[in-house]
């Protein structure tokens, strides 16, 4: 393939590329991200490829490994082109079928979404109310492009925001922009993108660098997986306007190493558009150079922060600088440097192309354009959803996610992982955008959204947090380090029932001091999982503190399992399952749980059959005696013959 | 033994500046671990102190001073898979493999490490062997997937 040197020839190799391709023809779609692989995609995408070339229908079939689809609850995904007929939990089975069915133009009713309410299967991937209430435009292609070619990407007008921002637009036509689209960071802070771009552009310094931080480490969210392994091309287009925009001659994707498949596609697509042009000397025949290169995060948390990133890039250990000179002006070896997040950078090629006005259309006020979460935890349907700043937060856990698992109830949902917080019940009907979840004491954060149920305790929740920062603090300042260690071993003892009277004000104390003097974000805002559990759950700390009762019956140290003898049924299926072989019982005798051997590992509650549910977590009270051995045979009324 | 690889290793990045990461994660890959020779010879070669190498070698968790064993096992300990269980599966799995996470069997079969989010946050509890992936694991299932790597 030969450089291209124009916009013109772009156009001309989309042309050619669609004149190949035929609307109306058989496309097959299976969503192959790390989440589709974990349930077999690939496997199953070989499957296809196998029965395709078996019949003999290569021609006639648009076979296509594409990203993630979002619907991570029901991979592997298929999806059938033209029609978009949607299939869900592909198995390898299926194949067959499905390509006969296609071919025919038949549908296997079986693999249909059914409506959890109606009962009636749904054809169309767009009518699933799980996508029906999102609005996807970030993620809006993913299901027709291969992310290891670069020619879906193109056919779908890839790279056209390049040329026109390269060729009809000076680089401050494309700062302003993206300042009247109000584009705020997606990574975290929601800070103005164009406020960073400006303070690199006009910093002294050469050569300036534009960065991609894909250090993912939330616990909970992936949505910038989803992205850099489904589209990296968008994100490699927004990266490269960017640079053009500020003057950056050299860029980085700063990948974690626990995303292979990202960090493999990213690779290719970075190959791909060095050999079309998009990238190197002369980008598209105009005067502008740019080159990228991929640092991968070899497992710190704190690496994602701006200047501890970029220590890393430099080969150092990933820890963070007092930020008095913003690393826009002095960051990669002291020169200008912008860092964004994935989906910041993948936003830019839309609004060039589609212009700020229609991307100030969506979102509230002060928050524009949509935003990617990943919807997990206890919640029905869980997957990345995209929709528009502004959406309530019970639109998207009831219509999106489909509501809570089990039918139970919705207790929390935690959005902006460790430096977020806790939202309740009672605030569900606010809106999602970066101001109003700061009101309520969380963040938006890169957007992971955890829903929990009743099952889940908030105190175990604030001290799995806390655990976890305090692993992954550098250590490089006090308060953060010793803070975090401290809280820990509270919040360690109050789980454990060891918890004392003043705990909580200590915590707050600790918070306190944390939050103002520590260096970085991570310090700063590590309060924030503690503090908005104490706002509104406060009671659940009191009862653990002063009833040694854990309200939820999660805190291993403070529960027991008990089999009730009026509902057990001496099925055995506990008695088998039983890991440290702690449950005396036979066949039609009621079991009893040794609560010395007992290892609280929760088998015997899970695999009980629920007509019975005769295992019972209890908290806060003593475990009834067994019953003595004699009364312990269950007799069942005989039934009566019939005469 | 291992010279003639690390030297190759580090002939592939050159001298490039801030190479240093890059290529402690291509020894691990290559060794499972990061020999002490690696260390000396990346010193040596780029003239970076061994000190320097070290902090770098010790504060990234994917870099292992230990060698770690044929299957890695990583259980996820991310907030989504937390909230569905992902501690009890890890329970299991130290039960069933009778050591504690970090550490690896005495037969060096399984290195075991729990891990904070693989990012499959949708099919958690969730854990990683080697390149295989399994979504909605659960502490009855875990017996079953270890027996294919025994």
Known sequence: MPRLNSPKK??????????????????????????????????????????????????????????????????P??????????????????????????????????????????????????????????????????????????????ALGGYSALAKALFEMTPDDVLDEVKKAKLRGRGGGGFPTSVKWESTKNAPGEPKYVIVNCDEGDPGAYMNRGLMEGNPHSVLEGLIIGAYAIGASEGFFYIRQEYPLAVENTKLAIKQAEEYGFL?????????????????????????????????????????????????????????????????????????????????????????????????????????????????????????????????KFKAVQTGGPSGGIIPAEHLDSPVDFDELKKLGSIMGSGGMIVMDEDSCMVDIARYFVNFLCDE??????????????????????????????????????????????????????????????????????????????????????????????????????????????????????????????????????????????????????????????ERLIRRPRKEKRD | MYEDRIDQIIDKHGAEKGVLIQLLLDIQHEFNWIPKEAIKRISERLKIPYSQIFRVATFYTALSLKPIGRHLIQVCLGTACHVRGGAKVLDTVEDALKIKAGNTTPDTKFT?????????????????????????????????ILEKYK
Not at chain 1, 481 to 488: D, N, V, Y
Not at chain 1, 532 to 547: G, K, M, P, V
Request: aromatic share 6%; with cysteine; net charge positive.
């Open chain 1, 473 to 630: 603090s550098c250590g490089k300042c006090v308060p953060c380090r010793e803070g975090l260690k401290q809280a820990s071993i509270i919040l360690d003892n109050i789980v454990a029932g060891k918890g004392k009277a003043d705990d909580i004000k200590k915590l707050v104390d600790i918070a306190e001091v944390t939050s103002i003097a520590s260096l970085c974000a991570l310090g700063k805002t590590s309060a924030n999982p503690v503090l908005t559990t104490l706002r509104y759950f406060e009671d659940e700390y009191e009862a653990h503190i002063n009833e040694k009762r854990c309200p939820a019956l999660v805190c291993k140290d403070l529960i027991s399992y008990y089999i009730d003898p009026e509902k057990c049924q001496g099925c055995m299926i506990c008695h088998r399952n039983c890991p440290v072989d702690a449950i005396i019982g036979e066949k039609m005798k009621i079991h009893v749980i040794d609560q010395s051997k007992c290892i609280k590992c929760g088998t015997c509650y899970d695999v009980c059959p629920p007509n019975f549910s005769a295992v019972k977590k209890i908290s806060g009270e003593p475990v009834p005696p067994p019953i003595p051995e004699e």
């Open chain 1, 77 to 154: 995904l298929v999806i059938i082109f033209p029609e978009r007929i949607c299939y869900l939990n592909v198995k390898m089975e299926d194949v067959p079928e499905i390509v006969d069915t296609a071919v025919k133009g038949e549908i296997v009713d079986r693999l249909l979404y059914t409506d959890p309410v109606s009962g009636e299967k749904i054809l169309h991937d767009e009518n699933i109310p799980f996508y029906k209430y999102q609005k996807k435009i970030v993620f809006g292609n993913i299901n027709s492009i291969d992310p290891k070619n670069i020619e879906d990407y193109i």
């Open chain 2, 112 to 144: 075991l490490s729990g891990v904070n989010c693989l990012g499959c946050c949708a099919q958690g509890p969730m854990m990683v062997i080697d390149d295989d992936y399994y979504g909605g694991v659960t502490p009855t299932a875990v017996k079953k």
């Open chain 1, 280 to 408: 190197g000397k002369r980008i598209l025949g105009s005067s502008f150079n740019f080159k990228v290169k991929i640092h991968e995060g070899a497992g710190a948390f704190v690496s994602g922060e701006s200047s501890a990133l970029m220590n890393a890039i430099e080969g150092k250990v990933g820890e963070p600088r007092p930020k008095y000179v913003h690393t826009s002006e002095s960051g990669v070896w002291g020169k200008p440097s912008t860092l964004n997040n994935v989906e910041t950078w993948a936003n830019i090629p839309l609004i060039i192309n589609k212009g700020a006005e229609w991307f100030t259309s969506i979102g509230t006020e002060g928050s524009k354009g949509t935003k990617i979460f990943s919807l997990v935890g206890k919640v029905n349907n869980t997957g990345l959803v995209e929709v528009p700043l502004g959406m309530s937060l019970r639109d998207i856990i009831y219509k999106i996610g489909g509501g809570i698992r089990k039918g139970k």
């Open chain 1, 10 to 75: 772009l156009e001309e190799l989309r042309k050619t590329i669609l004149s190949k391709r035929n609307k109306n023809k058989l496309g097959i779609s299976i969503s192959s991200g790390t989440c589709g692989r974990a349930y077999g995609s690939d496997k199953i995408a070989a499957e296809f490829r196998r029965e395709i070339k078996k019949r003999g229908l290569k021609e006639k079939i648009d076979f296509r490994e594409v990203g993630c689809l979002g619907f991570c609850e029901r991979e």
